[in-house]
Nanobody
Framework: QVQPVESGGGLVQAGGSLRLSCAAS?????????VGWFRQVPGKEREFVAAIRGSAGTTYYADSLKGRFTISRDNAKTTVYLQMNSLKPEDTAVYYC????????????????WGQGTQVTVSS
């Protein structure tokens, strides 16, 4: 079992950058096939942001975020990062890290373990 722990959220002005981290407490991420980032605002469903999976570290992104967000991991596979650039007010959300073996990376319900989330607020 693994408990993802997110960090790095905060308040940033539009156009700024933040880097979120997802650390593995318990097993390393190597045991799991995929690590994903999702975000959620009140009243809306959790939205897929990005994922990284497999030994090759193949990355996937929500189409609307390509070019601004980058997911990566360290060589020891204990931490996954989400670099967010050119942030917009509409990026404001709670960002969650999830791990598992989903058949569909975009499906939040197919991930096994979730972190507690980290708030990202982008001011205009």
């Amino acid at each position: 079992q693994v408990q993802p722990v997110e960090s790095g959220g905060g308040l940033v002005q539009a156009g700024g950058s933040l880097r979120l981290s997802c650390a593995a407490s318990g097993r390393t991420f190597t045991y799991y096939f995929a690590v994903g980032w999702f975000r959620q605002v009140p009243g809306k469903e959790r939205e897929f942001v990005a994922a990284i999976r497999g030994s090759a570290g193949t990355t996937y992104y929500a189409d609307s975020l390509k070019g601004r967000f980058t997911i990566s991991r360290d060589n020891a596979k204990t931490t996954v990062y989400l670099q967010m650039n050119s942030l917009k007010p509409e990026d404001t959300a709670v960002y969650y890290c999830a791990v598992g073996r989903p058949a569909s990376l975009l499906s939040a319900g197919q991930y096994d373990y979730w972190g507690q989330g980290t708030q990202v607020t982008v001011s205009s």
